[in-house]
C-alpha cells in the first residue's frame, strides 16, 4: 500500500538519495498537476513529501502546496554536498562521496552531539569494496565514542548509519515502488527520484527485465499508477533479505537494478556497508547498556558480512 507522494517540483528539484540530478535548466511541475497531485494524496490518504528546488518557487504554487499537511525535502530537511560547520537543532542530509566522507570524519563528528537527526548518502556506494572495510569501521567506531558521549550528557541525536539500527526490530528500507511513490514534474510516476535522473540521463532500462529503453515511468497523474510486477520488489519476495538482520539497510532499489540488474537483489557493495554499520550500532549498543542506558532490543553477534555467505540458509 503506497503510504507516501514524493513530489518533485522541479525538474532541477534537489537529489536526496544516491543518484545525482543531471538536470541545470528549470521546469516546475504545471500547477494543473501539482492539484492533481495532491487531490490524489488527500484521496488515497498518503502523506506528501515536496522536493524543492534552490530557488524560491511563485507564490501561486506555495499558496497551493500549503493546502495539505507535508514535509518540505530541501527546507525542513536541508540536503547539502558538503559538511557545515554547525547544524545544531536541524535535520540534515549529507549527500557525500565515500572519501569525501571519510576525509571530513571529524567534522563530522563535531556535528553529531547538536543535530536531531543525520543521514549520511554514499552516493558512490557502487565503488565501495572490502579492502575498505577497515577504514569504514574505524571511521564508524569514531562516531560512536561521540554519539556514546553525548547520550551521556543527556542529548538525544539520532544518525541513520549508527542509531537507527539500534532501535528496530524490522526491515525499515526505503520501500520505493511499495509504501511510496515519486511524481515528477512531467506528471509522471517513478518508483523513486533516482529512475526519473536515469530516464534524463538516457540510462537503459532494466526494471522488471523489460526490453532496454529509458523510459522509466510507472503511470501517469491522469492513468493512475501501474507497477509491472509489483511484488517483485516486496521484502517476503527478496530471498537474499530475509535472513538480514541490518534492518537500516536502504535495500535501495535503483542500485540493485544498476549493479545486479534485480531490482529486488541488494549487491555486494550495499550489503557490505550495511553489515559494518550494523556491527558497529551492536558495538555502540553494548557499550549504552553498559553504561546502564534502557534500551529495548538486541543485535546479536554475527560471523559474516553478506547474507550470501549464508546460503544454506535460504
Given at each position: ?127 565501495f ?99 509491472p ?7 517476503d ?19 540493485n ?19 559494518l ?23 546479536k ?14
Open positions: 500500500m503506497i503510504q507516501y507522494l514524493v513530489i518533485l517540483l522541479d525538474k532541477t528539484s534537489i537529489a536526496y538519495c544516491h543518484s545525482d540530478n543531471p538536470s541545470t535548466e528549470r521546469e516546475l511541475m504545471p500547477l494543473d498537476v501539482l492539484r492533481k497531485a495532491i487531490r490524489l494524496g488527500m484521496r488515497e490518504n498518503m502523506m506528501i513529501q515536496y522536493v524543492y528546488p534552490d530557488y524560491d518557487l511563485p507564490k501561486e504554487y506555495e499558496e497551493v502546496i500549503e493546502s495539505i499537511d507535508h514535509v518540505k525535502i530541501g527546507h525542513d530537511i536541508e540536503v547539502l554536498t558538503t559538511v557545515p560547520t554547525s547544524a545544531k537543532g536541524k535535520s540534515l542530509v549529507l549527500r557525500l562521496r565515500y572519501a569525501e566522507m571519510t576525509k571530513a570524519r571529524y567534522e563530522i563528528a563535531a556535528l553529531l552531539p547538536d543535530v536531531n537527526r543525520l543521514n549520511i548518502t554514499i552516493t558512490d556506494i557502487e565503488d569494496d572490502d579492502s575498505k572495510n577497515e577504514e569504514y569501521t574505524a571511521t564508524l567506531e569514531l562516531w560512536s565514542k561521540v554519539l556514546l558521549q553525548a547520550y551521556k550528557e543527556g542529548k538525544q541525536p539520532q544518525f541513520n548509519l549508527l542509531t537507527d539500527r539500534i532501535k528496530l526490530k524490522e526491515m525499515h528500507n526505503c520501500g520505493a515502488g511499495v509504501s511510496n511513490i515519486t511524481l515528477a514534474p512531467n506528471g509522471k510516476f517513478y518508483l523513486c527520484q533516482a529512475f526519473y535522473f536515469a530516464e534524463l540521463r538516457g540510462e537503459n532500462n532494466h526494471l522488471n527485465h523489460q526490453f532496454k529503453n529509458c523510459n522509466y515511468a510507472v503511470g501517469d497523474i491522469d492513468n493512475g499508477i501501474d507497477i510486477n509489483q511484488q517483485l520488489l516486496r521484502l519476495h527478496a530471498p537474499l533479505c530475509h535472513i538480514c538482520d541490518a534492518y537500516h539497510c536502504h535495500r535501495c532499489i535503483y542500485l537494478q544498476k549493479l545486479t540488474w534485480d531490482n529486488n537483489t541488494p549487491s555486494h557493495q550495499q550489503c557490505l556497508m550495511a553489515h554499520e550494523r556491527n558497529a550500532a551492536r558495538n555502540l549498543m553494548l557499550k549504552m547498556k553498559a553504561e546502564g542506558m534502557a534500551i529495548d532490543n538486541d543485535i553477534a554475527i560471523d559474516y558480512l553478506d547474507p550470501f555467505e549464508v546460503k544454506e540458509e535460504y
